[in-house]
């Protein structure tokens, strides 16, 4: 004779329900999380994926109204177009000599501001600045620079030298540079103060302990702990400097000199010109030259921080 609880219900009775219970209370948390995502999902659906659809497609066809498919037609012929080869070199020249200046001199304001120095908080304030000013003014600053008849040349010519065309001779990328580390310097030397106060203080006090010079201590010690985060300020520095284009087209507009005319105005002019298949062509090689160079850092970072990490 089979003995029930007090219930009175059958113990496989009751555990059915408890499972049924529990399965309408996760159908209900799957269907609310649906909903809030759901926004989400629609705006990157509709604003990323969708365009880069129709760019991976326009990169394919003659033109877009025709529609013919030419494959990689489009390729072959921007890689053979000498606007497009000055640019890449360019912009990859501007990205090699920027991304690694901006990292480093960071780096080192980081360092220096964390020591207990006078006017640190000055000095802080003096570097956070350029990230509240909006970039129309910004060029206007370095207009009155370095126009031919600005502030540098005045010092210049006082100084018994001659007057220098900045923006209109090979020195335009100096310029140029100078103005991305300017407006770059401040918001990565934040990001790197917040990852050295995270430093355990104990491995610090240790190392101290066991006559480590502060070379050692950095290369060995901070470094690795810093890794993570020089990962992301090198990537949001390669992002930026592609963002030059902003200050540079309002500084020389649509044609600059040929040392600092970058990809950003090979596809901006494309665009004017509505050679939309030319321009889908050169915006997809970029996208996957970005995508190697971003993962090559991740690789990098993944094994020079393995150790850290356990």
């Known amino acids: 004779m089979v003995k029930f609880k007090k219930s009175g219900k059958p113990p496989k009775a009751s555990s059915q329900r408890q499972h049924t219970k529990a399965t309408r209370r996760l159908r209900k948390v799957k269907i609310s999380s649906g909903a809030f995502i759901a926004p989400s999902f629609l705006g990157v659906l509709t604003f990323f994926i969708l365009p880069f659809l129709?760019?991976?497609?326009?990169?394919?066809?003659?033109?877009?109204?025709?529609?013919?498919?030419?494959?990689?037609?489009?390729?072959?012929?921007?890689?053979?177009?000498?606007?497009f080869r000055t640019a890449v070199r360019n912009t990859f020249t501007f990205s090699a000599v920027a991304v690694p200046l901006a990292v480093v001199l960071s780096l080192l304001l980081a360092i220096v501001l964390e020591a207990k120095l006078p006017f640190r908080s000055q000095f802080r304030t003096f570097f956070l600045s350029p990230m509240m000013v909006?970039?129309?003014?910004?060029?206007?600053?370095?207009?009155?620079?370095?126009?031919?008849?600005?502030?540098?040349?005045?010092?210049?010519?006082?100084?018994?030298?001659?007057?220098?065309d900045w923006l209109k001779s090979d020195y335009a990328l100096i310029v140029v540079v100078v103005l991305f580390l300017w407006k770059n310097l401040g918001y990565n030397m934040i990001l790197f103060m917040a990852a050295l106060a995270s430093i355990?203080?104990?491995?610090?006090?240790?190392?101290?302990?066991?006559?480590?010079?502060?070379?050692?201590?950095?290369?060995?010690?901070?470094?690795?702990?810093?890794?993570?985060?020089?990962?992301?300020?090198?990537?949001?520095?390669?992002?930026?400097?592609?963002?030059?284009?902003?200050?540079?087209?309002?500084?020389t507009t649509d044609y600059p000199y040929d040392s600092i005319y970058t990809l950003q105005h090979f596809m901006n002019n494309k665009f004017r010109s509505l050679d939309y298949q030319t321009l889908s062509a050169a915006a997809i090689l970029m996208s996957l030259v970005m995508i190697v160079i971003i993962g090559i850092l991740f690789i990098a970072e993944d094994r020079f921080g393995k150790d850290v990490e356990g």
Not at 153 to 162: F, K, M, P
Not at 220 to 225: G, S, V
Request: net charge neutral; charged share 15%.
């Open 54 to 83: 129709v760019v991976i497609y326009y990169s394919l066809v003659d033109n877009p109204i025709s529609g013919n498919f030419v494959f990689l037609d489009n390729f072959t012929s921007i890689i053979g177009n000498l606007s």
């Open 134 to 164: 909006p970039v129309a003014s910004i060029v206007l600053i370095w207009q009155v620079l370095f126009h031919y008849n600005g502030a540098i040349n005045e010092v210049l010519v006082t100084l018994g030298g001659d007057k220098i």
């Open 200 to 251: 355990p203080k104990d491995i610090l006090e240790v190392a101290q302990l066991e006559s480590a010079k502060p070379l050692q201590t950095f290369f060995y010690i901070k470094i690795r702990y810093l890794s993570s985060t020089l990962l992301f300020v090198t990537i949001m520095s390669l992002i930026n400097s592609f963002k030059i284009f902003r200050e540079v087209y309002l500084l």
